[in-house]
């Protein structure tokens, strides 16, 4: 049984990160230990000729726990867990914590989760879960499972309905503001109910790929309310999770809304974590209908997607989470958007027009208004690489003051 803990969110000196995760590691058995021998998994630490030990790895808790190789497979919220590496499966679950209860809002021990590979698994996961759920409860068929979400959702959701056999029904929003448009939203939801037997798994994104938009919950479940819809609602905060719940403490999206059941975030987006860091959420109970029973030589089975997985990514989100705590990283946030804001005023100041969500660090520049060149030299990301209609600038860590002067000086 992995160990559940309750300590509040809060930031630790390099000392103390160093400390919690030596001690994560002394935990977990070792491939290098020769009294308590692990001899019967595939794994062991990394291959010595190309990573090898050095001395400043003593310092450096992530690399120090890359090289132990421990595997995850499998969710540590919930059940057994393997017994190998439970020191590091705590922290994993510490991190679940930390985003459903401290981020997120919801109530103590009431959230499952895990690192997943990233916003794509995360989503696959979520519409798989709701899909087996429907399927046990209702009777559907995949196909009879509509998946609810607006133009600007993220590819992956196209992804998950291929995989899954879901009808995917995408909806336009509005093209000044971004938001769903609740007459084609209602007409999906009529047409669908006139084929007969369905069920909707709804995506609402807490921060669109393209303009960091925020979808509004309320409109969308009156409408489904009043359809007498059955239906199951999952947030893909991929780009969004790891600033808006810190930027704007009065996030109407949240795991505080019990109409929500499950959460995507990305910590290698905006919390600056390595590749390989998803974060999938979701309520307590709903995992059951993805418990794969033959992955019997996994203790505690298998609920996840992936399988096998890196503990020590796991690691990175936890130290990064504690590294600044939430103060810290409110901190970190409001600088980001101070300097999105100064962004904004340059393009406004040279009527370029965009839009960008408010709390977030997204700017959309409208195609037309765009030099190529600066398009090109500046590597934005355009919403279609053929035809361009958006160019997009995400104010990250290294885009400071003296990079956004250097771009507005293109007009
Ligand atoms: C909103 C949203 N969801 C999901 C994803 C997919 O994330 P990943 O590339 O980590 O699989 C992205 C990636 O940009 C995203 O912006």
Not at 103 to 111: I, K, Q, S
Not at 329 to 347: D, M
């Amino acid at each position: 049984m992995s160990v559940k803990t309750s300590a509040p969110w809060q930031r630790l000196s390099s000392e103390e990160l160093e400390e919690r995760v030596r001690a994560a590691l002394a935990e977990n058995a070792s491939y290098r230990d020769r009294d308590e021998p692990v001899l019967g998994v595939p794994g062991t630490v990394l291959d010595r000729r190309v990573f090898y030990d050095a001395p400043f790895l003593e310092h450096a808790p992530f690399l120090s726990c890359m090289l132990e190789n421990p595997n995850h497979i499998g969710c540590h919220t919930l059940g057994l867990s393997e017994p190998i590496f439970p020191g590091t499966q705590a922290l994993e679950v510490e991190v679940v914590r930390v985003c459903a209860e401290e981020l997120l809002g919801a109530d103590p021990g009431t959230v499952d989760g895990y690192v997943a590979t990233g916003g794509t698994e995360a989503n696959i996961q979520a519409l798989w879960v709701f899909r087996n759920r429907f399927r046990e409860r209702y009777g559907v068929t995949s196909e009879q499972v509509v998946v609810l979400h607006s133009e600007d959702t993220h590819y992956s959701i196209h992804k998950a309905c291929d995989l899954l056999g879901l009808t995917p029904a995408t909806l336009p929003v509005d093209p000044a503001t971004r938001a769903l448009q609740l007459g084609p939203l209602r007409e999906a939801v009529a047409a669908a109910q006139r084929r007969g037997p369905v069920c909707f798994a709804v995506v609402l994104n807490l921060g669109t790929t393209m303009f960091g938009s925020v979808d509004r919950l309320d409109p969308v479940l009156e409408v489904l309310e009043a359809a007498q819809a059955r239906y199951e609602v999952h947030v893909d905060a991929a780009f969004g999770g790891f600033i808006y719940p810190l930027t704007h403490p009065a996030n109407p999206l949240s795991l505080r809304r019990p109409e929500v059941s499950s959460f995507t975030l990305d910590a290698h987006k905006m919390l600056q974590a390595p590749y390989g860091t998803g974060v999938y959420l979701v309520r307590k109970g709903y995992l059951a209908s993805v418990c794969t029973q033959e992955a019997s030589y996994v203790r505690g089975h298998d609920y996840t997607l992936c399988g096998s997985r890196s503990g020590a990514n796991a690691v990175a989100v936890w130290l990064i989470l504690h590294a600044y705590g939430p103060e810290g990283g409110r901190e970190f946030l409001a600088q980001l958007l101070a300097r999105t804001e100064r962004l904004c005023a340059g393009l406004d100041a040279r009527r370029v027009a965009y839009f960008r969500e408010p709390h977030m660090n997204v700017v959309a520049l409208r195609a037309e208004d765009v030099p190529p060149a600066a398009a090109r030299r500046f590597h934005l990301v355009p919403d279609d690489h053929h035809a361009p209609r958006w160019w997009k600038v995400v104010v990250m860590d290294h885009v400071d003051d003296e990079l956004i002067e250097r771009f507005l000086a293109a007009w």
